[in-house]
């Protein structure tokens, strides 16, 4: 009787507790589920919507190219680019696997015996095992901020990775899985983000031409960036490289003997730390970037979602007209020829204080344009203990033609030293289209960083007699139409000269030798109102007025303006604004942007190919005769022309060349007027900034791959009508007389 009770109560226990056994376990189950949907409820953190895992946000970087599709330089917050599947090389994808999801083909995002297997590692035996798969890597890319430190917070966020990487599974290949997630990942210093950046960075290459020890380096960093970086710790890095070579051999993506060969190699970097002012252009993007934003905000250009576009995180790729040959000759020119004018140009400086009198206001305004001076203010320092610091000798790093010399000197020592650095501008663009194909606004954008090609307006001089000739011509005289060339007074105005070439000079000869006398009195009767008006329509955006001094260039401009107007005269008569952007596609490809440039036709056509006759002159016996004699540019033998400037006290240096298919402006000067050459054979255009369009053109006609031509300019559409060979009225050229006594008939009238 006792033996049943027995039996009887054991067999209601066994029933009560296999009844609680299941109980708690469907209780775990549906809590696990429901606190699962709560996770992808958003409970405990907001999970990407569909839309953002089909677009998910990443900071990609902008990319600037070419008119031949090469990448200038890039925009950015992270310094990321994105590449196919096809572009990575097969060594890549095979490390990755091997080392970091060996699983990786035979999961859907999640492997269960991997994390059970790091559960057991971590909490039993007290060993860190990676349980994450490479699709909860990328979810963790590209869906969180940062890996949470706090234990609660983690395990929330490892609950999210899961379900986000099972529906990243669900929407994408594992191709394209692989793809994302190098195209996300962290390689920590040098602001490197994605494999297309790290193999620049680290190897100078692209990421398809990584060998395997190359690829092994880079996977092998994705454990600890700081601690296996091959810079910092090269032991290390080759270590880790080992391992993963050692992870390819046990995978079969290598054999013994090719995994042995790769691990003998050396590390061989190659570094190329990527910076905004690296790289080719980097005035032109500096000054490109502003445009865009403006162009952006003017016509409301936005994402789908209405938010402004990014520059330096949403992928951009901004095709412009630069030639990134052509680039690279006008920065090689004018490094060339600008650090032999700087060694003339310290040389008169040698015995002489340059900030003496008025110019010691120079190191004032200099003093207060830095940003010590700014950061010292908001700091509550006196103007009085603000010059104290800048009195006080500091580290600092001072730009050489010869490359960064790091030294120790005070602030207002090192405003002295680089206000005495020469300035230079260099554009050169094609007429008949406006495409700009070479842009440099500076001699090192990292020390000097303001624009002088756009952003810069100084005082043209000669060059701007073309636009007082040009409203000559237009309004009926002939280019063989002699004017006076001797000191006259024009109200309270007495221009200063010389009277080369003659007196009475031709309008050709006038401007071939640059004469003052005669431009001024040219002007004074076609009205100084005339040749503003025609120098506005050419293209000129600063202020020019209508004073008789505008003849021999008493306003300023930028270069960009100068090479724009001068193209009028290359292109018959039509001005059309420089372009220096074609067209933006957003990350997907799709076009959200191009550019129409502005049409304006200034000039007769006529009268624009009597000009560019006129201008051809000064190269063949006038001021720019230079580029035919001169061994260093081979002397030029076809057709080209351009005009010489040269300011009061030789303070600005300009020469605009042009050539059938391209005009380039070229512009020296020091950042103040007040620092300037002692003597004009020194600081005159001829000498100052001629060399530098000679040793460009030399390079650009060099290029056989360029195809500019070199023949004639062409006639206008319909031909002449008026004569420019100035030798038919050879009997009325030498001959002083006074105004009115020419027959002006015989002079094309």
Known sequence: MKRESKQKLTDIDIKRYTRNFWTILCSIVILGALF???VRLGAFGKLPSFEELENPKSNLASEILTDDLKVLG???????????????????????????DKRFYEHSGIDYSRTVTSAIYTTLLNKKQGGSTITQQLALNLFSERRERNTIKRIMQKFQEWITAVRLERSYTKEEIITMYFNTVDFGAYNTFGIKSAARTYFDTTPDQLTAEQAAVLVGMLKGTYIYSPVRFPENSM?????????????????????????????????????YGEGMAPYFRAVLKEELKKEFKRLSITKADGTPYDLDRDGLKVYTPINYAMQQYAEEAQREWMEKLQRDFDRQYRNSDPFKGENAKLLVSGMRRSDRY???????????????????????????????????????????????????????????TGHIKAWVGGTSFEHFKFDHVKLAQRQVGSTAKPFTYAAAIDNGYSPCFPVPNHSRTYGNWTPRGTVQGGDPISLKNALKYSQNFASAYVINEITP?????????????SNVPNYPSIALGAYEASVYDMVGAYSAFVNHGTWIEPTMILRVEDKNGTPIYEKTPTVVKALNSESAYIMVDMLKGVVDGGTGSRLRWAAEFGGFKNPMGGKTGTTNDNSDAWFIGVTPDLVTGVWTGAEDRGIRFHSMASGQGAQAALPIFGLYMKKVYGDKNLHYTQEDFPLPPGGLTREIDCSQYKEFLGVPSSEGSLNDDRLGF
């Open 374 to 432: 700014r950061v010292l203010k908001e700091a509550g320092m006196s103007e009085e203990e603000i010059k104290q610091e800048f009195n006080k000798k500091v580290p600092m790093t001072l730009f050489t033609y010869k490359g960064n010399v790091d030294t120790v000197m005070t602030p207002m020592d090192s405003i002295r030293y680089n206000k005495l650095f020469l300035r230079n501008a260099v554009m050169s663009m094609e007429p008949k």
């Open 239 to 275: 270590r880790r490289r080992n391992t993963v070579l050692n992870n390819m051999i046990d995978q079969n993506f290598l054999t013994k003997e090719e995994g042995q060969k790769a691990k003998e190699q050396p590390l061989k970097l190659k570094l190329r730390i990527s910076n």
């Open 36 to 38: 699962l949907i709560s």
């Open 74 to 100: 890039r925009y950015y917050k992270h310094n990321r680019s994105n590449v196919k599947y096809s572009e990575l090389s097969p060594y890549l994808v095979h490390a990755l696997i091997s080392t970091e």
């Open 529 to 541: 109102a005339t040749v503003a008006s025609l120098t506005k329509r050419m293209g000129i955006t």
